[in-house]
């Protein structure tokens, strides 16, 4: 099998790859469940890949044009909005869609395929921290603190 990459895409089902900048309302499933893929469109069909965000949605429309273009809603659809419109991404990324009746499922299975073959999910699913042990500040220095907090004056 060969690695999922934008022209690979197809073999998986999902449509042809259109610039985000040219979409149209028409062009887009309304109500139906999908899986969406953006794609860098400067590293088109590069090996280790060009998928930059795997994403799901029950309303195809609503993401793209209120969300990742309107930056309505939540936190990962306003990242995403952000990157698209304020750093460049919006003149280089391509979209692919995939319907589905089980977006949630069909989500995971793709990250996890990704994961499987790049080692890594697509740079937009990564979170940003990475999780690491917090350190802790040894009890006197604690104590050390809350006296110093205490005794401050409230203005």
């Known amino acids: 099998m060969r690695a999922m990459n934008s022209l690979t895409l ?3 089902g999902f449509s042809d790859p259109v610039p985000i900048k040219q979409l149209s309302f028409s062009g887009l499933p309304y109500n139906k469940g999908s899986i969406l893929v953006l794609a860098d469109s400067t590293l088109t069909g590069k090996p280790a890949s060009d998928v930059i965000y795997i994403g799901r949605t029950k ?3 609503k993401r793209i044009f209120a969300g990742y ?3 309505v809603g939540g936190k ?3 990242k995403i909005s952000g990157r698209l419109l304020n750093d460049g991404y919006l003149e280089k990324v391509t979209l692919s869609y995939m319907l589905t009746d089980t977006p ?3 989500q995971k299975e793709l990250l996890e395929s990704f994961k499987k073959e790049h080692g890594e ?3 937009w699913n990564a979170s940003k921290k990475p999780v690491v042990a917090v350190k802790r500040a040894p009890k006197a220095a604690l104590r050390a603190r809350q006296a110093r907090k205490a005794v401050k004056p409230k203005a």
């Open 10 to 12: 197809n073999e998986k």
């Open 59 to 61: 309303k195809p429309t």
């Open 69 to 71: 273009l309107g930056g």
């Open 104 to 106: 949630k499922a069909a």
């Open 76 to 78: 990962v659809t306003r």
């Open 121 to 123: 999910y697509p740079i």
